[in-house]
């Protein structure tokens, strides 16, 4: 880890409680062109590669006083965010059979048993693939938030129009899973629709360009 944090500082995301200043969690991992997780990133951080297009993640922690309150999801979104800018592709890392589910909700995938022996474990090896556009990558992170889809990508496009939060997460909580629940429409293609009226539509019956 000291090693890592001398090599390779960019590649860590750290939280800091804003109250008291004390390290709330943090992120860390090593840029690659590699498609698999191998063991050898744990202990070298020479195999940082810094125009790689994955980052293999090695540790997501958070203080006991800090967990259950979203914050390791909160640490990974604005890593991938930040990561996003540089140009990555994915995130690779593995996790113990129990967190499976804790990073599916994340956004990672379950890309099976991995090669990885570490500690004598058997781990899971997940991805998350990056989105390319950052509102693409905005609806992504709010849909894991639990609001629905039509609800993610018209919110996802919040700074480009002058209606606040709440009345634009209720303006389009009526298309999630399609028009009245009926799955017909998708509630994505509803929300896209929506975000393109706001910027693009008229306001004039006289005018339908």
Request: proline share 3%; glycine share 10%; hydrophobic share 40%.
């Amino acid at each position: 880890m000291t090693e890592r944090i001398q090599k390779v500082p960019e590649l860590f995301f750290v939280a800091v409680d804003k109250e008291t200043g004390k390290l709330a969690g943090f992120l860390n991992g090593i840029a690659t062109n590699e498609e698999k997780f191998r063991d050898e990133f744990f202990t070298d951080a020479d195999l940082n590669e810094p125009t790689g297009k994955h980052v293999m993640l090695l540790g997501l922690d958070v203080l006991p006083e800090y967990r259950g309150q979203g914050l390791a999801r909160e640490i990974v979104s604005q890593y991938v965010e930040r990561e996003r800018q540089k140009g990555r592709e994915k995130l690779i890392l593995t996790c113990l059979p129990k967190l499976v589910e804790m990073y599916i909700k994340m956004g990672f995938q379950d890309d099976g048993i991995s090669g990885s022996t570490w500690g004598n474990e058997e781990w899971h090896e997940m991805s998350y693939i990056i989105p390319q556009s950052k509102y693409a990558s905005k609806a992504k992170a709010l849909f894991r938030e639990g609001y629905n889809c039509a609800q993610a990508v018209f919110l996802a496009f919040e700074d480009l129009y002058p209606i606040d939060r709440a009345t634009a997460l209720k303006l389009s909580s009526s298309f999630g899973g399609g028009m009245g629940r009926l799955r017909e429409v998708c509630g994505a293609v509803s929300g896209m629709f929506m975000v393109a009226g706001v910027l693009y539509g008229y306001d004039s019956p006289v005018d339908h360009d």
